[in-house]
């Protein structure tokens, strides 16, 4: 740690920007597993990961990434909700959704992958109105930037559904 201190104080502010935007940039395709929420057997290498992933984190927020740092966050809150780890899911979805709502406007596109997450995660952790909100508000976007068509628009249609049958409003 030390050692890491000391490189760390040595950079200049774009040399710090460079190396944190490697790092995000580098993690973000390390861990691009096509069938994370499916196969468990990506679980292993993802693990592989994490405790990087917090780390680097941690130097966002002062260099200012939005991208990938969003869509490296969704997958870590994915990985940790397909193992049933409600409150860290939480917490990287939640993250990925502040610095996304902070840097995006209120209907951009890209805010319906954290929010979506985030939905999905509130059901399966048995807060069906909570997520019934986000995933209304994720549907509108998508609805209103896609059109009422498009493949990723029906998938919201049909995850907002399923929360209408857990809440028996079928």
């Not at 992933?53 to 397909?82: C, F, K, M, N």
């Not at 939480?90 to 929010?115: V, W």
């Not at 909570?130 to 049909?158: C, F, M």
């Amino acid at each position: 740690r030390l050692v890491q201190s000391a490189t760390r104080a040595s950079l200049h502010t774009t040399d710090y920007y460079t190396r944190v935007c490697q790092l995000i940039n580098w993690l973000y395709f390390a861990t691009s597993y096509e069938d994370i929420n499916f196969d468990h057997r990506v679980w292993g290498k993802f693990a592989a990961f994490v405790v990087h992933i917090w780390s680097a984190i941690g130097h966002v927020d002062a260099a200012r990434i939005v991208e990938p740092t969003v869509g490296l966050l969704v997958r870590l809150g994915v990985y940790h909700r397909q193992r049933a780890l409600v409150e860290q899911s939480e917490k990287a979805l939640r993250l990925a959704l502040t610095i996304a709502e902070q840097n995006y406007s209120g209907d951009d596109y890209r805010l319906t992958k954290p929010i979506s997450a985030l939905g999905s995660l509130l059901l399966m952790a048995g807060r069906p109105h909570e997520a019934e909100s986000l995933l209304r508000r994720a549907l509108d976007i998508a609805t209103a930037r896609l059109g009422t068509d498009h493949p990723s628009t029906a998938v919201l249609v049909n995850n907002l559904a399923e929360i209408l049958k857990a809440t028996n409003r079928h």
